[in-house]
């Protein structure tokens, strides 16, 4: 199985940019659908974009749609969210996890292996 471990999280301002990497090892990330989801105190798992084959085709959840970007680099087996204008409702744990279904999508149940999370928090 393929193993992710995310970085990048920490303190952004309001309106800043940060950007988070999914490093995978034991398989290549162009095995797999790609996704970050992500998790505030007191709330459920929420999706927030995806990716599948070079990285062209990609999909967002409506609340980060225009403000963030999700990218792969196959030669660093690495997937990256580029996360520009934050507001502080992103503040949240931020999850990478790899699809076997081939098919962009937003269910938990799509993705079959997870990271640990990074945290994000943006002050206002």
């Known amino acids: 199985q393929v193993q992710l471990v995310e970085s990048g999280g920490g303190l952004v301002q309001a309106g800043g940019s940060l950007r988070l990497s999914c490093a995978a090892s034991?398989?290549?990330?162009?095995?797999?659908?790609m996704g970050w989801f992500r998790q505030a105190p007191g709330k459920e798992r929420e999706f927030v974009a995806a990716t599948r084959g070079s990285g062209i085709f990609t999909y967002y959840a409506e609340s980060v749609k225009g403000r963030f970007t999700i990218s792969r680099d196959n030669t660093k087996n690495t997937v990256y969210l580029q996360m520009n204008s934050m507001k502080p409702e992103d503040t949240a744990v931020y999850y990478c996890?790899?699809?076997?279904?081939?098919?962009?999508?937003?269910?938990?149940?799509?993705?079959?292996?997870w990271g640990q999370g990074t945290q994000v928090t943006v002050s206002s």
């Open positions: 034991g398989r290549s990330v162009s095995d797999y659908v």
């Open positions: 996890a790899a699809g076997i279904t081939g098919i962009l999508s937003r269910e938990d149940r799509s993705y079959r292996y």
